[in-house]
């Protein structure tokens, strides 16, 4: 079959004067229209991996198959940020906290609790904050700002609350304060009725609101099985069928505040290609028409381009992908067998006969890897932070545990090791387990 993409971010006017006949009328169709965005707005975010994101597959697939078709689904790997919670503690008082996910990099996690007093410094220019001593605070910063929150974190200030005002709602006040480095610099967001009401009178003052506040926040990056969503309808023309013309539009969309993203324009996209779906069903097109709802929208069109990918790929790579997908499975079940079965203490002559302490270090060092990073990671940020006695003692200690890692890791046998480096390993053992459940699916 000849193949023709037609890649579109579809408005609504290709479907009245390109796909439906002249004698229909549009009335229904911008009903149809307006009524899917108003559900796709509805589902609060519609961002890759939130719960939005999962009613919005439902739909999709929902809306196809009332029309007859037949919706098929395939997945694939992204990382996108898990928000796990965030407030801020001012007395008894607790204050749920949004983040604003500015940076790409970074996610709008603290590590641990971070206690600072909090500051209202306006518009965070020179002279809003000229007699404050902002290092180690945490800031409260009008959202018509621009990029003056790196002035503050540049002074020492470790997280910004941004209040969002009825003047400052406008798409600029977001992407200007974009960040590309993987700075740890917190930040979050309300609007500045909500700030009155926890806050009270906001003033620029040189003392702080509150001497002592407590912000703590988690979020992680984690690895998504993403979807996209396709159908195909059959050209009527014998010979024009042969041919396929692919139909995209996405169905998810981007966020700067976590969970309170709506997304309607980003829903017309998507409400248009259901429309084409609803029009090509009742009047057969000549060629045959792919239609395909991506994701990771946000994400450098993840999804469009695993799907352009896939179209274009050979099928001697196909074949050649799926038998080392075979090996990797095959590899993953002897691992998972081998690490379920094992019991400590370990036994020295059932090494010899089977190369088990090879086989364990293989099943183990993904895994391992991925501790050290980590350690590598919380070393990188506590030197990067004010050196005080508590932080140079958990340097020293997260310094040893990285390396009896390491040391875990050159182990040639694992009958023998020292008690510090067997209590790491069984440690691991069971994300390695949860690893391989995973591979073998």
């Not at 079959?1 to 229909?24: D, Q, S």
């Not at 603290?110 to 410094?121: N, R």
């Not at 009725?193 to 992680?220: H, M, V, W, Y």
């Not at 364990?360 to 050196?387: C, F, N, P």
Request: hydrophobic share 40%; net charge neutral; aromatic share 8%.
């Amino acid at each position: 079959m000849k193949k023709i993409l037609f890649f579109l971010g579809i408005v609504f006017c290709l479907v009245v004067h390109i796909f439906v006949p002249a004698h229909a009328g549009t009335d229904a169709s911008e009903d149809s229209l307006h009524r899917t965005i108003d559900t796709l707005s509805s589902f609060g975010s519609r961002t890759t991996g939130s719960v939005g994101y999962e009613k919005a597959v439902e739909f999709v697939e929902q809306k196809l198959q009332s029309l007859g078709l037949d919706p098929q689904t395939y997945f694939y790997e992204l990382p996108i940020r898990r928000f796990l919670g965030a407030e801020l503690r001012i007395k008894d008082q607790k204050i749920p906290l949004v983040p604003f996910t500015n940076n790409a990099i970074t996610p709008e996690a603290t590590d641990g609790i971070l206690s600072a007093p909090l500051f209202y410094v306006g518009k965070g220019q020179l002279r809003d904050i000229d007699g404050k001593d902002i290092k180690n605070s945490i800031v409260l910063i009008d959202f018509d700002s621009g990029r003056n929150w790196q002035l503050l974190a540049s002074l020492g200030a470790k997280a910004a609350i941004f209040l969002q005002g009825d003047d400052s709602q406008s798409r600029i006040f977001f992407t200007e304060k974009q960040e590309l480095t993987p700075l740890q610099f917190p930040c979050f967001w309300m609007t500045k009725k909500q700030a009155a009401q926890f806050f009270g009178p906001l003033a620029n003052q040189d003392t702080p609101l509150f001497a002592q506040a407590e912000l703590q926040s988690r979020c992680i990056w984690e690895n998504y099985q993403a979807q996209n969503i396709y159908a195909k309808i059959d050209g009527v023309d014998p010979q024009l069928k042969k041919e396929l013309l692919i139909i995209e539009a996405f169905f998810d969309n981007e966020a700067f505040v976590t969970g309170n993203s709506p997304g309607a324009d980003a829903a017309v996209s998507i409400a248009t290609l259901l429309e084409i779906a609803r029009t090509l069903t009742t009047n057969p097109p000549q060629r045959s028409v792919m239609l395909v709802a991506t994701s990771g929208q946000a994400q450098t069109l993840s999804g469009m381009r695993d799907m352009m990918w896939s179209t274009n790929i050979r099928s001697k790579d196909l074949r050649d992908e799926k038998r080392n997908l075979q090996k990797k499975r095959a590899r993953g079940k002897a691992n998972l067998d081998l690490l379920q079965g094992l019991h400590f203490p370990l036994n020295k002559e059932s090494n010899k006969e089977s190369n088990r302490d090879e086989q364990i270090a293989a099943a183990v060092k993904h895994s391992l890897d991925q501790e050290i990073d980590q350690v590598s990671r919380r070393l990188m940020q506590l030197r990067l932070g004010t050196q005080t006695d508590a932080v140079q003692q958990s340097i020293k200690e997260n310094a040893q545990q990285r390396l009896i890692y390491r040391r875990l890791g050159w182990a040639d046998s694992f009958d023998n090791l020292p008690p510090a480096e067997t209590a790491l390993l069984l440690k691991i053992i069971p994300s390695a387990i949860v690893r391989h459940e995973r591979l073998v699916q």
